[in-house]
């Protein structure tokens, strides 16, 4: 049997403030008992395209795709919270991407193409640019969860730097997931 690789390709965050802004979003959200998995700080990224199970020899052919997407450094504007699919029936808890949110598209659509090219199925759900926060789990206190998405609708985050492109792993494990980078492509300016 072949042994696979569950990867998704994303965008790191790493700035410390920033990562802490979120704690203080989830330590608002998580205030109203509603029944969350938040999402821990390190492991906490934009992701572009989750791929799934791959064989460890489409690993290179995958970073031969990414290294040929065009971009330059960009800042990324973090702003709101919101919740997937939406407030009646909340299953993940996100944060808004206003500023960026273009550069994120155009590089999904540069990779979406070349990644059914190597034989991944199309994206059908698209790509909405957010970052991921917290798994709802149950419907526990999910009016008080919803009142407090609404009243945070607006929450700053600040802006981050968008400069390394990067192939990740995913083990998941207990205690929940374990991200590593496989590969990443850092555009010269």
Known sequence: MLETIRSFIAFDIDNQPILAKIADAQNLLAKTGADLKLVEPKNIHITLRFLGNITCDMVEKIFAEIKVVQFLPFDVKLHGIGAFPNLHYPRVLWT???????Q????????????????????????????TIARVKSGRNKVE?????????AYEFGVIRAECLKLKKSDLTPKGPIYSTLKEFCPQT
Do not use: M, W, Y
């Open 145 to 153: 969860l919803s009142k407090c998405v609404i009243e945070n609708a």
């Open 104 to 131: 994120l598209r155009s590089i999904f659509n540069q990779l979406e193409p070349r990644l059914r090219s190597l034989g991944f199925a199309p994206d059908l759900k698209g790509f909405s640019p957010h970052l």
């Open 96 to 102: 808004g991407i206003t500023q960026g949110a273009e």
